[in-house]
Nanobody, 126 residues
Framework: QVHLVESGGDSVQAGGSLRLSCAASGLTYSTYCMAWFRQAPDKKREAVAVIHSGGWRSFDDSVKGRFTISQDNAVNTLYLQMNSLKPEDTARYYC????????????????????WGQGTQVTVSS
């Protein structure tokens, strides 16, 4: 059973940086996708960055150039480096994963992701 645990959320000022971590256990998929989603109050959960186990990655336009997604397979951890943070980045951030049987790209759609963490809160003040 796959289990995901996020950490690293905090309160920062605009322009600051944070690095979120997502520790994965029980991940036995041979190929898979992982993603960082976020959900602000009264808004839909949206993917901001996705990564394939083979290395392909992509970003939502709202974070492109500011956020970086990476994974360290040695410690089964997914990261989200967030720079130049803005108040509109305030949200609860979740990591999620699904097995990707074929293809080398990943979906941004919530419905594709089967396993979710509990989230970590990021608050950016102006």
């Amino acid at each position: 059973q796959v289990h995901l645990v996020e950490s690293g959320g905090d309160s920062v000022q605009a322009g600051g940086s944070l690095r979120l971590s997502c520790a994965a256990s029980g991940l036995t998929y041979s190929t898979y996708c992982m993603a960082w989603f976020r959900q602000a109050p009264d808004k839909k959960r949206e993917a901001v960055a996705v990564i394939h186990s083979g290395g392909w990655r992509s970003f939502d336009d709202s974070v492109k150039g500011r956020f970086t997604i990476s994974q360290d397979n040695a410690v089964n951890t997914l990261y989200l480096q967030m720079n130049s943070l803005k108040p509109e980045d305030t949200a609860r951030y979740y990591c999620a994963t699904y097995a990707r049987a074929d293809g080398t790209t990943c979906s941004f759609a919530n419905r594709m992701y089967r396993v979710w963490g509990q989230g970590t809160q990021v608050t950016v003040s102006s």
